[in-house]
């Protein structure tokens, strides 16, 4: 197992690449933002991307989910059932009410719960 580590978005989060030396296959950790500079990673090290995993879903690791998927040809379904579980975890309805809990500093409102 190898990674490296990228610094991405203005916060400077760290999203991981994750890749088995043996088949090459790689994880894409926390994509917050900056795309075009996971991918140049992703060439430089010659790795095939396989897997997006988030471990929170707050928008400076989670923000670029969509469009790396969409970028790597990753089906919108799989992305939402993603979004769909992190929500779930979080008491949150959609993306509009996960950016509000952000802004917040992770304080839902009542009105955000799934019921």
Known sequence: ???TIIPVTPFQ???SLLWCEQTRQAAIVDPGGDIDLIL???ER???TPHKILLTH???DHAGGTAEIAARLVLSQRTVTTHLEH???RLSL???QS???YVARGGQPLSGDVNT
Do not use: D, P
């Open 1 to 3: 197992m190898r990674f």
């Open 98 to 100: 996960l950016i509000e």
């Open 57 to 59: 879903g707050h928008i």
């Open 13 to 15: 989060q760290n999203c």
């Open 45 to 47: 090290e010659r790795v």
């Open 93 to 95: 309805s959609s993306r």
């Open 86 to 88: 992190i929500y779930a």
């Open 40 to 42: 140049e990673t992703l």
